[in-house]
């Protein structure tokens, strides 16, 4: 058995063994949750806490149920832009600005080596999608075996890598219902369209569907948590919530009992494109069918006509899809849709991911309490005008200060009202009285 | 009669008896609508038209039940930063990037010359709060007289200004609830703080309210638009939603009322700072209290720890409020609770407004359709990798091009991924099989 030679117990069956451990005794500290509830919760599989048992030195995190909401930031080359150095940084600011976890997603470059210097470079939990090397080392994606993609995992796994998104859920059976829908943009998810041109091309069905079984057994053998990846999200709000996108939730949701009854950590990813007045629905769907597995949302983008600005487009749909149980957000860039993002890019939708995943934690069971009073701290500090304590609290203390500094009042209070201050008008008007 | 000098008959009390104005059939085009139903609209008062009779070569805008969401670009100088160049700059930025009207909320300076100025420099709706000017001219905002209340806003009226906030809802009543309220931030209006000041100085209560019959009179002369202001907003979201605020909105209820009646066109301003699961209540309560009235938003924000990315958080709580049922959002910028806005913060506070506009209108009644008319042509352009008709439909195009110019592709694709694009390998997959 593989797991003899890995991984004794995985984090999901200690915690069904009720054992608190280091990692669960970490993320309830972070979190204010009792440990023995954490691990009730990690048994259910309702909080994952992705560690690979080769990674050392993690941050561990947890993300799910009662948890507050994490944000990651994707980072990674292209075929066309090759910098080492560049991703370096990319890390370095991402884990600067909150980012709670690392994805790699390169596909250009020495992909082994650029997966180890990243990961070398941060404590946080680090992911990939196996699919993007195992494609890029053929000439054509449609040459891989399914021997390949299998290595590729064990490879990533042997590494070091915590979790991996894993499009499982892209089969025979959803392809079909993508092939019957009226989608404008069939496919955008890369591994997802990397997967579909294999199956059409080779006749054969998605060997991760096929054989997830095997793909489990080497996930348990380093303790790595999947994520489901979310191969048949739409590429635009008029594609969202379509049968293909609520087939592929369902194989998703088999797949995570599965991978429950293993002992592996899993979590599914979710869209995408969603109109606004569907991101309760998409959501809440979403948590019943996988009874309550983790839910990994990138964005979701809640219009299309933005390019340039799908950072914001998508903090106002994550923001939205926390308040309604996703837990876990992708970052979007500015350049989404239009370009890889340079460094400022990745800092400022790390930034812009973060505030989204705060508003969501202001009304979220388990966190409302300890994210509202952190806006209650700025709230008082306002009130007593004290600057220093403002920058203190604030999200980008930076940028808060530049900002400030820029056009600074005579006054103890901002440039915009000076001497005539609300606040300090009443506040002395209601002492008066 | 004071309506004997001016205005023979409001816009309103045309819309009452059926006849389609040229406002009307102006806007009724614009929002795709037939006049009729428009007409019946205003008639009713859900649907406001700000346009003075003094103002020459207006561009109307329709706000309300049924129109697309507007949005609103304040400008002026404080009592430390005054100059009109930019000022003036500031406009024709904030009408370049899809403002719906211009509010002059100037404290410093030449306040009939700044006004005046400003008004030339554009055509659309442009809106003023009287009560700063008539408190900027006395040594002490509490030696303001009655009188020079009521002036102010007949100077405004005459040089032509098409809506005014005023917050008549401020009065002994509300001033109660707030002296017997828990807020850690009491008052952050600026108007509402020298009401209250003034009231509480004084010992007398408030004349816009207490005369209000005058008011309607002086704006029903010149065809005003009265904005109803949000003097018992809460500051920060550990006050929201308290029995101050509701009890302003009561006043506010009755007050549109009575405004209606006259005649005169009236729409109700709101909060403010909105914990995100408050948003629906707030707005639809709003909505009912004031038997649908035009819905005037600022914000609302969904946390305080962002200062320099306040129009981001505005953005989150606008499309949503959007979602529910507010009409008219005011742009917030990133210098928001840090200094006045200059240039560049104004352009980014539009665009980003403009965006949670847009989102509101993807699923608001009346709007959809045509809102997601233009996310289909963009997914269009999309699946066609059609990038000059991208930029086309893109919100800011510039930007758009900027980031895409700065790491373009080889391919025809972008360069996140380039040869390896989703779309197209998908597209060719499908296509063979």
Known sequence: MAIERG???TLMDEARKGRITPEIE?????????????????????VVIPRNVRREDIVPRGIGKFMSTKINANVGT????????????????????GADAIMDL?????????????????????????????????????????????????KHAEDGVDFMTIHAGVNLNSLERLKNSERILDVVSRGGAFLIGWMIHNGEDNPFYREFDYLLEILKEYDVTISL????????????????????FIILGELTRRAREAGVQAMVEGPGHVPLDEVEISVTSMKKITDEAP??????????????????????GGAVAGMHGADFICMVTPSEHLALPGVDHIREGVIITKIAAHVADTVKEGQRERARELDRQMAIARKELNWERQFELAIDR??????????????????MCGDICAIQLVKSALNKS
């Open 229 to 248: 990846g979310d191969g048949m999200r739409p590429g635009c709000i008029n594609d969202a919530s379509d049968r293909a996108k609520f087939m592929e």
């Open 26 to 46: 970490r993320v309830a500290r972070d979190e204010g949750i009792k440990p023995e509830k954490l691990a009730r919760l990690v048994a259910e599989g309702k």
């Open 295 to 316: 839910l990994y949302l990138l964005g979701p983008l809640v219009t299309d006509i933005a390019p340039g600005y799908d950072h914001i487009v998508g903090a106002i």
């Open 7 to 9: 991984c004794k117990m």
């Open 398 to 415: 930076e940028r808060a200060e530049e900002i400030w500094h820029g056009r600074k009042s005579r006054t103890k209070a901002c440039s």
């Open 106 to 154: 390169s596909t250009g470059g020495d992909l082994d080596r650029i997966r180890k210097e990243l990961m070398n470079h941060t404590k946080l939990p680090f992911g990939t999608v196996p699919i993007y090397q195992s494609a890029m080392e053929k000439d054509a994606v449609v040459n891989m075996t399914s021997d390949d993609m299998f290595n590729t995992v064990r």
């Open 78 to 97: 292209s075929r066309e832009y090759i910098c080492i150095e560049e991703e370096i940084e990319k890390v370095r600011v991402a884990e600067k600005y």
